[in-house]
């Protein structure tokens, strides 16, 4: 079998003086310039032009095809690696990594036309991520409580815009947060708050290879902050959810 990625599609562009340039450095001297961030769990999709990704794949690929040789790894013999890299390279862009490069899922908002104001909760939500540490899978649940604000937002859209800011590589930590800004950038609600419980492969698959422990945590936001009762009543929501789950 051949790559999938015709190696004839040019990976480097040139500068003026006619020097090769990866794509990726171009990308990232722009994101400099303008003073963009561009950690892990950024979104640089507003910054790529049309092509671009096309382009970063087949670096991207380049890259792996090395890593699988610096592994010792006979690509040329070995018929199970020898598309591999192409696979790896797809997979990080257009999948797994997808909330980087791509653009948020389209999410309507509806004014809250009946003005209603009772908190609700969505979930579970399956979280699937990666750690930014070791780029190994961070699986798991999330919970989110919402008292409606001016705006509201489908029940569904929690779960796509979740998916997309999930699928990044992240620390669980700044994730629930990025999460939390996303969906008060989408609907300012009076109040948010967010349960995240999940399980890291880093802690499962390789060091201390602990398989059931879990990490959970939380944000609150708004009259979840500002109310205690409000707050309980969330986590008792999520509680029930869970319960629901078991039986
Ligand atoms: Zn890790």
Redesign the pocket.
Known sequence: MTSTLSSSIPSLTTTPDSAPLPISLRIRERLDSAGVAYLANDNIANHLREGELEQLEIEVAGKVRELLRSLVIDIDKDHNTEETAERVARMYLHEVFKGRYHDQPKIASFPNVKKLDEIYTVGPITVRSA????L?PIMGNCWIGIKPGDRVIGLSKFSRVADWVFSRPHIQEEAVMILADEIERLCQPQGLAILLKAQ????KWR?VKEPQTSMVNSVVRGDFRLDPSLKAEFFELVKQQESMLST
């Open positions: 750690c930014s540490h070791h190994v890291h492969y880093c802690m060091g």
